[in-house]
């Protein structure tokens, strides 16, 4: 398992933009499937979208394709979320996974404890 710190989040209106970070402590980083997930009160935690340690292009959600955007620095082991045009729907706690040579929709083993978005009207 790797050890990982999200940063980023904050109470921010509607319409604007936040940028998330996740930090991995540990080796071999690049060798990790990382995801983004959220949950809001009283509902389940939802995925939000991952990157494969094959590289290639992230995968999304419906619900946020196209405003959000996911990135990893594998040299800073540190994986990011943009996210834009942020909705009062997108408020929720926001976790980053991790899951060697997983799959991007798949189970992941280590987990973040959180950052905490909130999107007022």
């Known amino acids: 398992q790797v050890h990982l710190g999200e940063s980023g989040g904050g109470l921010v209106q509607a319409g604007t933009s936040l940028r998330l970070s996740c930090v991995a402590a540990?080796?071999?980083?690049?060798?990790?499937?990382l995801g983004w997930f959220r949950q809001a009160p009283g509902k389940e935690r939802e995925f939000v979208a991952a990157i494969s340690w094959l590289g290639g292009s992230p995968d999304y959600a419906d619900s946020v394709k196209d405003r959000f955007t996911m990135s990893r620095d594998n040299a800073k082991n540190t994986l990011y979320l943009q996210m834009n045009s942020l909705k009062p729907e997108d408020t929720a706690m926001y976790y980053c996974a991790a899951q060697p040579l997983g799959k991007l929709r798949g189970e992941y083993d280590s987990w973040g404890h959180g950052t905490q978005v909130t999107v007022s009207s």
């Open positions: 540990g080796d071999a980083f690049h060798t990790y499937t």
